[in-house]
C-alpha cells in the first residue's frame, strides 16, 4: 500500500472549516483513500472515502486531485468535538488484511 | 459502532501469565482484526481473519495466538505475558459490501 504523508498537528477555530492534506504521490491506479479519527482513547472512526472522484458525506467531504497525489479532508462546520488525530490511508480494496495507520494529523479546534 | 464489543475493558496482569481478550460482533461480517496501538507506533496489526477457524498473521504477531471458532467472536491470547505487551488493543470489524472498516472500544491491557 501506498504511503502517506500528514502534518503533524493543525488548529481551527471552532465554526470555521478544517481543511486536512495528505499526500499520497505513490498512489496505485487500485487504491483507494480513507480517512479515519480518533477522539482520545477510543477506537478509530471511519470518515469516508474514495477513489478519485470527490466524496461527501453527513461527516466530511473529501476532495482528491486529479492526478490523485493528494487529497483533502474537510470539516465543513468544525466543533470542539472533531478534536482528534486524524489519519489518511491509502488501501486497495481487495486487500482485505488491514489498515496501515501512520501518525496522522492532530487537530485542535479552538474557541 | 457497528455492533463490536471488547472484553475485559481494562485488565492488568502479571509477567508469565496467560490472558485472553475477546472481541465480539453482532452482525456477521467475515473479516476481523486485531490491532495495538502503542505511543509514537500508531496501530499495527497483530493477526486478522476472514472466516471460521481462517486466521494469519499480521505486522506484529510475535507471542499472539488467535482463534475464531465462530463467525461472532474472535480471541487474542497472549500465551505469556511479557511487559513489552502493554498496549491498547483495538479489534475491528470489515464490513464487506462497503469495505469500510469498525474499530471496537478497546482494551487497556497493563503487564507487570
Known amino acids: 500500500d501506498a504511503k502517506t504523508t500528514q502534518p503533524p498537528s493543525m488548529d481551527c477555530a471552532e465554526g470555521r472549516a478544517a481543511n486536512l492534506p495528505c499526500n499520497h504521490s505513490t498512489i496505485s491506479g487500485n487504491e483507494y483513500v480513507y480517512w479515519y479519527r480518533q477522539i482520545h482513547s477510543q477506537g478509530p472512526q471511519y470518515i469516508i472515502h474514495g477513489l478519485k472522484n470527490n466524496e461527501t458525506n453527513e461527516m466530511a467531504s473529501l476532495i482528491i486531485t486529479e492526478d490523485r497525489k493528494s487529497s483533502t479532508l474537510i470539516l465543513p462546520h468544525a466543533t470542539l468535538r472533531d478534536t482528534a488525530v486524524y489519519y489518511c490511508i491509502v488501501r486497495a480494496t481487495y486487500n482485505n488484511n488491514d489498515m496501515r495507520f501512520g501518525a496522522g494529523t492532530r487537530l485542535t479546534v479552538k474557541p | 459502532d457497528a455492533g463490536i464489543t471488547q472484553s475485559p475493558r481494562h485488565k492488568v496482569t502479571e509477567t508469565g501469565t496467560p490472558v485472553t481478550l475477546r472481541c465480539h460482533q453482532t452482525e456477521n461480517h467475515r473479516y476481523m482484526y486485531w490491532y495495538r496501538q502503542d505511543p509514537g507506533h500508531g496501530l499495527r496489526l497483530i493477526h486478522y481473519?476472514?472466516?471460521?477457524?481462517?486466521?494469519d498473521k499480521g505486522e506484529v504477531s510475535d507471542g499472539y495466538s488467535v482463534s475464531r471458532s465462530k463467525t461472532e467472536d474472535f480471541l487474542l491470547t497472549l500465551e505469556s505475558a511479557t511487559s513489552s505487551q502493554t498496549s491498547v488493543y483495538f479489534c475491528?470489524?470489515?464490513?464487506?459490501?462497503?469495505?469500510?472498516?469498525?474499530f471496537g472500544p478497546g482494551t487497556r491491557l497493563t503487564v507487570t
Open positions: 481473519s476472514y472466516g471460521v477457524k481462517d486466521t
Open positions: 475491528a470489524i470489515n464490513r464487506d459490501r462497503v469495505d469500510e472498516q469498525y
